[in-house]
């Protein structure tokens, strides 16, 4: 008999990519889009959870918009606190665990080095309060619950920082990007990939560990650097490129929610409870440019003159 995962949210990055990814043969997700159960709505994701009765929800729904949520306050907390809250509630009622995602957001970034998952908490903006909160309520309700917490999330769908910058690199000849906020890039499909790993070790009964684990792509690096990278990749597939890319600071490009200056994550936590490593996060966002421009053309055997 194969196990009922409830997925609360589709058509989000990570929710997109729990979607075609393949499970194993002993799980069945059910997936429920926002038109179902609104987060905001923290009746409806209790009695979705009550009605469908899973063993394990993987809730990959949540008020993303950073800058938004410093005038949108009672959305970002409706959604990233409140319907978490309720999910966990539900969950405890009925015997089921909860697998939650959470952000690099929730740090101040003044921490010189990686931060583990026990490093104090002091979110810069509103989208991060809003995030901890959600964590702390899970928490407090449910002791069954993993916490994902990742950084700088990109796929080939929704709105990213790839593809802005693919968009970007069109339409200008120069661009300026913030070099002094450090973090590591992460695609939505390992992100995905690493819920299923570990939802799957959960329900064959050989992991109870249950808590806040840190994972993100291999390595790290600034916006400019991830900005240098996705073009270097999209010039070998054809695409055109900005003919120059300014580093700058983050004081020079004001936005209404202030970033962390680092938000490296420790991942040797998650390694050493479920066995998942990340690749490193070059690799990784040339496979997803493969998907959206194609592969690059295979190098030609050089032929010299005789």
Known sequence: MRSKILVIGRIGQVGHELARATWPAGLAPVFVEREQVDLAQPGEARRAVLEARPCLVVNAAAFTAVDAAETERDAAFAINRDGPAALAEA????????????????????KPGAYVEDDPI?????????????????????????????????????????????????????????????????????LARAAIRIAAVLDAGRGDAFGTFHFRGGGETTWYGFAREIFRLAAERGLKTPRAVHPIASAEYPVP?????????????????????????????????????????????????A
């Open 91 to 110: 969950c405890r009622e009925i015997g089921a665990a909860l697998i939650h995602f959470s952000t690099d957001y929730v740090y101040d970034g003044s």
């Open 257 to 305: 929610a202030p970033r962390p200056s680092n938000s490296v994550l420790d991942c040797g936590k998650i390694e050493r409870a479920y066995g998942i490593v990340a690749e490193p996060w070059q690799a990784v966002l040339s496979s997803c440019l493969d998907e959206l421009l194609g592969p690059a053309p295979a190098l030609q055997p050089y032929r010299g003159v």
């Open 122 to 190: 002091a979110p810069l903006s509103v989208y991060g309060a809003s995030k901890a909160a959600g964590d702390a309520a899970i928490r407090e309700r449910l002791d069954r619950h993993v916490i994902l917490r990742t950084s700088w999330v990109y796929s080939p769908a929704g709105h990213n920082f790839v593809k802005t910058m693919l968009r970007l690199g069109a339409e200008r000849d120069e661009l300026r990007i913030v070099d002094d906020q450090r973090g590591s890039p992460t695609a939505a499909a390992d």
